[in-house]
């Protein structure tokens, strides 16, 4: 098979072809480090793309652990996934873009959607882009030296794969005018921003948000001047605080000491490394780009019923730290600020069965639900089709200690037949379960309606009926699947609307 910038070889694997590291765009070391993809060179021969390329640079997803595998700088590959008779006939593409806080993930991750293809009759694609300040490093002279762009790096690398995947998808037996994008998390929100980035027009034409809203989240892009506060401040810690200087300190740097000043620290609420509204790829807010958006985009949008666990897992347990009264009041004084007062009044502690799980509550309701609802309502109003769900099933149990009930990215153990290289080994209803997952997504990227037969019914939102109501949200549980009309109630979002007033 032949790819832009030549001939490569795939691998059989559990009935779907898999074509993996395939480079998208050049190496992004040295003088390129923050600077917009670049094509990929060509290569002699057939390249064999038979095993996963390195990551983007990045730290371990927890405290004290190493990346789940070899990072590089020249880390711009995409892995393909097609039926094994993929060229039979025209298929669908589906790009599924990682979450990870904009600071972890990769496509090794994610490296089985074998069941959606083989079973769906779809081609996934997962690009690599690049995360932590290598992707969202926003200064003024990065600014001047693009004519334009900063702190949209990684957005431009996803924008380089869809441009990669239009151009090949038909050697793989695609259509590159049925291309769905979805992602979970900061792929959620990285979805999001493709209907604010301009040059993404055309490269997608279905899109499936999971966990990741177009407003209220902290992982929407921020302001230029925000962005060049933060860049700065960033750049200052590592050595490279003088403006005359400081492009060139940063690229000199090894990526390792870039990558040791990249996180927030825990009490530090408001991430550092988020897209930039840098009015060049970035040009709107994302709930304005979606208001203005005519399309008429077909949108899944969906959330978990219990968010809030793994956050609390990484930033409390992972460190040796069971909230309490005193932490749960907090972090809602730094992450909500002035509104934390009325937080406590609906959220008191006494009300739960445990302050982690009170917080637990908030960060689901404030962060994923309401804002899953208002992304909703936008997108219906501006015309978009919409359907909306809650995955409510407990992977490790509704009675775990650390990852209770349908906790934040749990659905991708659904969607994905192996995660990390382990085969998720669910059997009888869960393995159903996870089918019925995969049906929705691929009936979606089929047709741009997810019902089809033999799945539960899910209703979309109805066409505008007006700006106070709400549609149904279908409820996905391994022992059956139901439609609601109580989503918003049950998650407080007239309550969480008040932030916005």
Request: aromatic share 10%.
């Amino acid at each position: 098979m032949t790819v832009t910038g030549g001939a490569i070889s795939g691998v059989v694997a559990d009935g779907v072809i898999e074509y993996l590291g395939i480079p998208f765009a050049a190496s992004t070391g040295g003088a390129a480090r923050f600077s917009a993809p670049r094509p990929a060179p060509s290569w002699p021969g057939v390249r064999p793309a038979r095993s996963h390329g390195p990551q983007c640079p990045q730290n371990g997803y927890l405290p004290g652990l190493s990346p789940s595998g070899p990072t590089s700088e020249d880390c711009l590959n995409i892995d393909v996934y097609t039926p094994d008779d993929a060229r039979e006939r025209v298929r669908p593409v589906m790009v599924f873009l990682y979450g990870g806080g904009y600071t972890t993930g990769s496509n090794s991750q994610y490296d089985a959607p074998t069941r959606m293809v083989a079973d769906g009759d779809v081609i996934v694609a997962i690009p690599n882009y690049r995360l932590g300040p290598f992707g969202f490093l926003s200064l003024p002279e990065l600014a001047a030296e693009s004519g334009g762009p900063t702190g949209t790096i990684g957005i431009q690398d996803q924008q380089a794969a869809l441009r990669w995947v239009r151009e090949n998808a038909h050697a793989f037996g695609g259509d590159p005018t049925n291309v769905t994008i979805f992602g979970e998390s900061a792929g959620g929100s990285s979805v999001c921003t493709h209907f604010a980035a301009p040059a993404s027009d055309g490269l997608y034409h279905k899109a499936i948000v999971q966990s990741g809203s177009c407003t209220q989240s902290p992982l929407v892009p921020g302001s230029r001047e925000d962005s060049f506060v933060r860049s700065a401040r960033y750049a200052e810690s590592v050595g490279c605080g003088d403006p005359a200087t400081r492009l060139p300190c940063l690229r000199a740097l090894p990526a390792a000491t870039l990558l040791d000043a990249s996180t927030a620290p825990p009490e530090q609420s408001a991430p550092t490394w988020v897209p930039s509204i840098d009015g060049a790829v970035v040009t709107r807010t994302l709930d304005a780009a979606l208001r203005a958006d005519s399309r008429e985009i077909p949108l899944i949008v969906g959330s978990n019923s219990n968010e809030g666990a793994q956050f609390i897992a990484e930033s409390d347990y992972a460190r040796g730290h069971i909230p309490d009264a005193a932490s749960y009041e907090s972090y809602l004084r730094r992450t909500f600020g002035a509104f934390a007062d009325q937080i406590l009044a609906r959220y008191p502690v006494d009300r739960y069965p445990s302050a982690a799980a009170a917080q637990s509550a908030v960060i689901t309701d404030g962060l994923f639900a309401c804002p899953a609802v208002l992304t909703s309502r936008i997108a219906r109003d501006t015309g978009h089709p919409v359907w909306q769900y809650e995955f409510d099933q407990a992977p490790l149990g509704e009675a775990d200690p650390l990852l209770p009930g349908a906790f934040h990215s749990a659905e991708l153990l659904y969607l994905f037949t192996k995660v990390m290289g382990v085969p998720v080994p669910w059997t009888g209803a869960s393995a159903a379960f996870a089918g019925q997952m995969q049906r929705w997504w691929t009936t979606f990227a089929h047709g741009g309606d997810p019902n089809g037969p033999g799945s539960p019914p899910w209703s979309a939102w109805p066409e505008a009926p007006g700006p106070d109501i709400d549609g149904p949200a279908l409820t996905m549980r391994a022992t059956g699947s139901t439609m609601t009309d109580d989503f918003a109630i049950r998650h407080n979002c007239e309550f969480w609307s008040q932030r916005e007033r």
